[in-house]
């Protein structure tokens, strides 16, 4: 009942707290698809790059949050605002998205390819006519593994400035108030689990039946 009433009396804050949230998780994929995308498919034809991108990804995903953040933080360019926020998502979003979409591309029978090169196609028709299609469960699932990923990361922007649900969790803690915590953890897994959903649902439209990764 206490959970009930917190709700009800602070209605406002909430859904300011889940508009800003959701603004921000949007954000930050829409960029980290724009930049990422791109860049696994420039080493999945580049061997020289290879290494290093997939390295240096590997690195930055094992960085804590909340020490990349407050390295952020101390750039000028970026302070404490929702650039520090978002330049961190698109960091984390790094590792998943471009292993994926490389693995993907990488994953394509090369037997295909070279029949397609036979039959006079040019790199960019194969690229997006055959090798993106045929890569594109494993970039889908990558796709939905950041996705969820940004959604859990973002409640720890608020302790760089970020009024989202994470606020209710680190004010709660801070206060020791139950209702708090519950309704942020609460309201951050239903985002994260709709966004999947909605994903789920998205990838049997775009995702050839045949090629699909089934969950067990």
Known sequence: MELI??????M???FEYLGSTFILVVLATVLSLAIWVPVG???SKNQ???KTIVGTASVIFCIPSLAMFTILITIPALGISRKSALTALVLYAMMPLVKSVHQGIKGVNQSVIEAAKGMGMSARRILFEIELPLASPVIFS?????VV???GISTIATYIGERNLGRLISQGLQRQNMEMIITGSILI?????ILDMLLELAGKKIV????????N
């Not at 009433?5 to 602070?10: G, H, L, V, Y």
């Not at 990558?142 to 950041?146: A, K, L, N, S, Y």
């Open 149 to 151: 990923m940004i959604t």
């Open 12 to 14: 406002p804050m909430i």
């Open 142 to 146: 990558g796709f939905r593994v950041t």
């Open 189 to 193: 897994s239903i985002i994260a689990i």
């Open 208 to 215: 050839p039946k045949g090629l699909r990764i089934e969950k």
């Open 5 to 10: 009433a917190f709700i009800d009396k602070n």
């Open 41 to 43: 498919i420039a080493i």
């Open 48 to 50: 020289k790059w290879e």
